[in-house]
């Protein structure tokens, strides 16, 4: 479905419940999982796919028979592969085939086997060496004293991390390079600590007792990776709008788009006297210039990069090379994109996403690809603010991690219209 997207009459004024964090529910998932005694967690059907995927994938391996072969796909999931990679590893019994759409087949997960063979995994590509699917049998593993790169992504890291108190002995992990994303694996840690984990972290080691996880009540909060839209949103069109289900305080990496969005106009202003609300307003305080190294908070790239090009607000992101990997490489989807609205990305030296502040003309009306990434989909709608009537193709990629965001959007005064269609708008114009 593509959609046709028009901005509400007036300044937004808007209250929204986000979906629940799916790094947190994912890791959730699977320390439940691996819990001797633990009542499987149950999740909602509102919630985001990645979600679903994840807990359909856990049900299906704890039902498998022993002795025959479980059939997992978890499509663009590329936090269920890791995570669901390392744990298989881990269950004894288990024998899984690990499978994926067609751009899971393009993400490297090379990184993450070897780290796991070295602990006594059996896990075997059987398509090209390096990539998924993958065939793992699960068993006992062994602890140590591992190395693993930590400059490509921090799911490796975590998926290791969650399995690490069933290996004999322990584990511990030494990181290696630049590490990239590591607030994603200090709530690992938490959550662990949080599950009777001993989890001892400090510079780039991390050591983790053999020990077994105790039954928890998770409560994961709203997900402030995707708040990060309607704080573009708020920038656009300094209007008012109240997020409800959000700790300013939170352990997820994206909550630094609080303070990321102040030299944006935006301010938080946190609900007292609601518990889980903050309040987004205007300010007039904008940075001239925007220069940040974004490689804790990777997916708040794109809408940081549309909200600057938007307002009109030079800027240089570097950290951003690992976005390459991700649902689409984001990097060059968000150049092609913001060429359509004039707007010319570097991309150089690598690593790095920025603008000059110089605008090139637009003959036509926005018609922008999401390149079957939910992320870049969300940050370019709001581009509606500027330019009425951009159309947004493939727009159901948003249900990966917020199904409800085109009927968020839509309450909150825009007008989101099937592309197919004659638009009413225009025809009463």
Not at 44 to 59: C, K, L, P, Q, Y
Not at 67 to 96: D, I
Not at 396 to 403: G, I, L, N, R
Not at 407 to 416: D, K, N, S, W, Y
């Amino acid at each position: 479905m593509d959609y046709r997207i028009f901005p509400p009459d007036e300044p937004i004024d808007a209250r929204v419940a986000l979906p629940v964090s799916k790094s947190m529910m994912n890791r959730a998932l699977v320390i439940n999982a691996l819990t001797p005694g633990a009542t499987p967690m149950t999740v909602s059907e509102d919630v985001a796919e990645d979600i679903t995927v994840m807990a359909r994938a856990i049900e299906a391996i704890r039902g498998g028979a022993p002795g025959t072969q479980t059939a997992v796909n978890v499509g663009g999931s590329g936090s269920a592969m890791r995570f669901l990679a390392a744990m298989v590893s881990a269950t004894e019994g288990a024998e899984v085939i690990l499978d994926g759409d067609v751009r899971s087949h393009q993400r490297p997960i090379g990184t993450l086997v070897e780290a796991l063979r070295w602990c006594g995994a059996d896990i075997t590509f059987t398509g090209e060496e390096g990539f998924p699917p993958l065939l793992i049998k699960g068993r006992s593993l062994r602890g140590g004293t591992l190395a693993i790169p930590a400059d490509k992504s921090s799911q490796y890291v975590s998926a290791v991390m969650m399995i690490a108190p069933l290996m004999r002995g322990g584990l511990t992990i030494n990181l290696e390079g630049n590490q990239v994303s590591s607030p994603y694996i200090r709530l690992t840690a938490a959550m662990m600590r949080q599950a009777g984990v001993d989890v001892e972290s400090g510079g780039n080691q991390i050591i983790i007792p053999q020990t077994a996880y105790a039954p928890t009540d998770f409560a994961p909060e709203a997900d402030w990776s995707a708040a990060a839209f309607w704080y573009e949103a708020e920038a656009l069109s300094s209007g008012s709008v109240v997020i409800e289900g959000l700790k300013r305080d939170s352990l997820q990496p994206d909550s630094a788009a609080a303070k990321i969005y102040e030299g944006l106009g935006v301010l938080t202003d946190p609900e007292e006297k609601v518990n889980g609300e903050i309040r987004l307003e205007p300010s007039p305080d904008l940075s001239p210039r925007m220069v940040l190294d974004l490689s804790d908070t990777p997916d708040i790239v794109p809408s940081l990069t549309v909200t600057c090009a938007m307002i009109g607000i030079p800027f240089e992101f570097a950290g951003v090379g690992h976005l390459r990997l991700k649902e689409c490489d984001r990097i060059e989807a968000l150049r092609r994109e913001l060429l359509k609205v004039g707007v010319m990305l570097t991309t150089e030296p690598e690593g790095t996403i920025g603008w000059d502040g110089h605008r090139g003309p637009v003959n036509e009306l926005p018609v922008f690809d999401t390149h079957g990434d939910h992320r870049m989909a969300m940050a370019l709608a709001p581009v509606a603010i500027f330019v009425p009537g951009v159309v947004v193709r493939d727009a159901e990629v948003v249900a990966k991690s917020y199904p409800d965001f085109w009927q968020h959007l839509q309450r909150a005064g825009f007008v989101v219209e099937d592309a197919s269609k004659p638009s009413e708008i225009s025809d009463n114009d």
